[in-house]
């Protein structure tokens, strides 16, 4: 029994325990959220309707700012899948757009209420772009299942971490049931499924291979090029980048660190320097207008809600540079 087949049955078998339960898939549109998805829906066709999960959510928190060709992928596939589910699942599979709270987005934390950029002792973004949107949505679930693409080979603290508090592709902690279907697979597992299968509506995933850059070979022969990583952007907390961006990108996240570690811009307090003041504010907005007009697809934002956060920051002065 190959892999892939090994964790369908595996889910196959989770969801007739958990039946009764809504599911949700958490998808970043990355190459092991892309699998586990796969997986889940090869798990659901294999059902009768009678036997699926009342609901399956398929939940991508959009920070507005991910990398423009997985963004562009991943809103895509949340299309395609949703229109199958109406049409062959029954409307089983609800795909759900997460995007940050009111003021609470990346543009609005720095121009708006002067936050500097985030970095590893300071890591703002995660907080409100993902993890209060997605708490947020499932605050009215109850217990659910949530379904994890996380492999142990992804990183040694992980492996660790997991191992030693679970050591199962099933976690059950109180009202939460998490299942790990690539729990014990390898990036040549990933990369084998994804240059093998054909999604629900017939197309292959060639696209999110190349995005990676790998080469297919022969039948399931992969190689990744790179070792490459996604996400957004403009991330300032990560140490050594190794996501493929426009050179205006990387101007732009270069320049925010900048201005963030620049005593000039930040607002004197006793012991340091604390949030951005109006001129560091100003500058960390004409670095987004710069990479707005060079690279508009890099952005979930329109013109007009940015135009909108210059005018909350007190900054309308900017908005015709827009133009």
């Known amino acids: ?14 969801m007739g325990k958990y039946r009764d339960l809504p599911w949700v898939v958490g998808f970043s549109g990355g190459k092991d959220s892309t699998a586990t998805l796969h997986l889940v829906v090869e798990a659901l066709r294999s059902l009768d309707s009678d036997k699926r999960p009342r609901d399956v959510y398929v939940v991508y928190a959009d920070t507005l700012l991910e ?18 589910s109406e ?21 609005s934390m720095m121009i708006v209420r002067g936050y500097p950029a985030p970095w590893f002792r300071f890591r703002w973004c995660m907080e409100r772009l993902k993890i209060r ?7 009215g679930l109850g ?9 142990l080979s992804e990183s040694s603290e992980r492996s660790r971490n997991i191992r030693s508090n679970y050591g199962s592709r099933k976690i059950v902690d109180g009202d939460l049931v998490v299942v790990m279907p690539l729990l014990d697979w390898g990036v040549e597992d990933v990369l084998e499924l994804l240059s093998r299968a054909r999604r629900w509506d017939g197309r292959d995933y060639k696209y999110l291979l190349d995005i990676y850059g790998v080469e297919v070979d022969g039948d399931c022969g992969c190689k990744l090029f790179t070792d490459v990583r996604f ?16 050179e205006a990108l990387r101007r732009a996240r270069e320049r925010l660190i900048e201005i963030s570690r620049d005593p000039r811009y930040r607002e ?29 697809e890099a952005f979930g934002y329109t013109k007009e809600e940015i135009k909108g956060i210059l005018k ?4 309308e002065e900017l908005e015709s540079e827009l133009a």
């Open 143 to 151: 217990r659910y299942v949530l379904v994890s693409g996380v492999r």
């Open 133 to 139: 949107p997605f708490k947020r949505f499932a605050k």
């Open 1 to 14: 029994m190959d892999r892939a087949h090994e964790s369908i049955e595996f889910l196959i078998d989770a």
């Open 312 to 315: 909350k920051a007190g900054l």
């Open 67 to 84: 990398h423009p060709a997985l963004r562009s992928s991943a809103l895509s596939i949340l299309r395609s899948l949703g229109e199958y």
């Open 268 to 296: 004197p307090r006793e012991g340091g320097y604390g949030k951005l003041n109006r001129d560091g504010r100003a500058e960390v907005a004409r670095v987004f207008i710069e990479a707005f007009k060079s690279e508009p």
């Open 231 to 246: 996400g957004c952007w403009v991330c300032t907390v990560v140490r050594v980048d190794k996501m493929p961006s426009p």
């Open 87 to 107: 049409r062959s699942l029954g409307g089983v599979v609800k795909p759900v757009v997460l995007r940050p709270g009111d003021g609470e987005d990346f543009l």
